[in-house]
């Protein structure tokens, strides 16, 4: 390797750290990922049924629980701060590999530093939230991408290793169908291509084939194909970065798509112009594959980082030939690189490397009132801070229910939830048949101020965003406040009375 190669990745790994430490909290559904990982590692067996819930629950099909064993090891054996190290490593996984695909396609310049950065700050608003489960499928899927690519220079012995790959994925996260589904466009795009492809189909089958070896067999391919198709209309990050809420959000990977997509468009009409035969000539593959993941990233935000992925591999190069012969000047690497580097020190010598707590998104200091006034019984959160709150409040409390809706819930609970946050029809059902000894409710629903003003229901703690309810017949007492020391939060972060 080049010293100039050197250079570029521990420039990008700085940055791509500097960058993690950012984050201000932790994502939403760690902590039920580090229960699962807590009952393989303490308990000795995958959790199949839920408990931590007093609501209707089915099968938990966690098709997660693999990421949960990764999770919950690093934090056991190497600490709360690994969970930060890793998701770097993860993301900077992402972008080594893709350089190689970069390299294997590009001989002039294939380490233009400006062209990764440009891809980083595009995925920034759905990357930096350490850490998800979902970060293992970006890499994989690009991984994927690489030893495709190196099949079609002819190492057709790579191919073997796809369907090892694809057990190991198929149990950390349920994105392995994205693994599938690019084996599926190489076949397609080699046959449009008038190549061979039926090897691709044979790897696509033994793919398949080993789906079945799970914790829960075959009925679990059946949840898999549910889960991957099923809508998700309450859920933000699935919605597309063109909903009405997110006109004015998602702005640099906007423009990053625009620009690639744009830049695309000329390089093609240019060789259609130098080139009769173009449709003959053109890569099928690489536009199956960006068309593809623009689509899904166009339609739902969670899935924008694959149309990253792709940009990096598949419309570098072209884009590249379309400004070869604007002039630059020769310090302009230098000076990028110069900032890159001063923008990674600036934040390690003016952040603290320390946990991110999350005091203004999860209810912490409403969990830490309820937990030291002992406040027990059935609690009602919202779905996104719901594994949280099991976290830090099992066994005292048990959840109405939480992130995992489609692997452990019934339809119809995000319905009941939704109703009664909004107060719209039929909100009370959920306290006719669900109803709970305690709530925590945000400021910004409208289920705050209607039991605010409600004779059944009374505010026992008042935090900045969020309120603490108990049936209005509860005896008053002197409460004990919850701390306002930030460092007792991050200390106690990861502390739970969940045994196995």
Not at 120 to 149: Q, V
Not at 262 to 280: C, S
Not at 444 to 452: D, F, W
Request: glycine share 4%.
């Amino acid at each position: 390797m080049k010293k100039r190669e050197i250079l570029f990745y521990i420039v990008v790994f700085l940055f791509i750290l500097s960058f993690t430490m950012t984050a201000d909290y932790f994502d939403n559904d760690l902590w039920a990922r580090l229960i699962a990982g807590m009952g393989v590692i303490d308990g000795g067996h995958v959790l199949k049924e839920d408990f931590l819930s007093y609501t209707p629950v089915h099968t938990w099909w966690d098709h997660e629980w693999g990421s949960g064993v990764i999770f919950y090891a690093f934090l056991k054996f190497l600490g709360p701060y690994s969970l930060i190290i890793l998701q770097a490593i993860l993301m900077f996984g992402i972008f080594f590999v893709a350089s190689r695909v970069v390299k294997m396609h590009s001989d002039k310049s294939p380490f233009n530093i400006n062209f990764y950065f440009f891809a980083l700050l595009a995925g920034a608003e759905t990357l930096n939230r350490p850490i998800r489960c979902h970060m293992f499928t970006f890499l994989l899927f690009t991984i994927f991408i690489y030893l495709l690519e190196k099949v079609r220079k002819g190492n057709n012995k790579l191919l073997y290793i796809l369907p090892v790959i694809v057990l190991f994925w198929n149990n950390i996260h349920g994105g392995v169908v994205s693994g599938l589904g690019l084996i599926f466009m190489y076949a397609l795009g080699e046959f449009l291509n008038k190549k061979p492809f039926k090897k691709y189909i044979y790897t696509l089958i033994a793919c398949c084939a080993v789906l079945f070896i799970n914790p829960w067999g075959f009925d679990y391919i059946k949840f898999l194909l549910m889960a991957n198709t099923m809508p998700r209309p309450f859920i933000v990050e699935w919605w597309s970065i063109f909903h009405q809420t997110h006109t004015f959000d998602y702005l640099v990977f906007k423009f990053f798509m625009f620009t690639l997509v744009t830049g695309q468009l000329i390089f093609l009409i240019k060789k259609i112009k130098a080139d009769k035969n173009w449709f003959i000539n053109i890569d099928k593959v690489k536009y199956i594959v960006i068309l593809s993941t623009l689509y899904l990233s166009i339609s739902h935000i969670k899935l924008l980082p694959f149309f990253i992925i792709s940009a990096l591999c598949f419309m570098y190069e072209d884009f590249y030939k379309l400004i070869e012969n604007l002039k630059f000047p020769e310090w302009k690497d230098k000076v990028v690189y110069g900032i890159l580097i001063f923008i990674s020190v600036f934040t390690f010598i003016s952040k603290d490397f320390s946990l991110p707590v999350g005091v203004d998104v999860y209810p912490v200091k409403e969990v830490e009132f309820i937990k030291q006034n002992k406040i027990s019984g059935k609690i009602l959160v919202d779905f996104g801070e719901g594994s949280y709150v099991s976290y830090k409040l099992y066994p005292q409390n048990l959840i109405f229910m939480d992130g995992r809706y489609e692997e452990v819930y019934p339809d119809y609970m995000m319905l009941l939830m939704k109703q009664f946050f909004l107060v719209s029809d039929h909100w009370d059902e959920l306290l006719k048949y669900l109803k709970p000894d305690v709530m925590i409710l945000k400021k910004s629903y409208p289920i705050y101020e209607h039991l605010n003003k409600s004779k059944d229901w009374k505010i026992i703690y008042n935090g900045k965003y969020c309120g603490v309810f108990v049936p209005s017949d509860i005896e008053n007492k002197n409460y004990i406040q919850p701390s306002d020391d930030i460092n007792y939060y991050k200390n106690t972060l990861f502390t739970t009375d969940i045994k196995f």
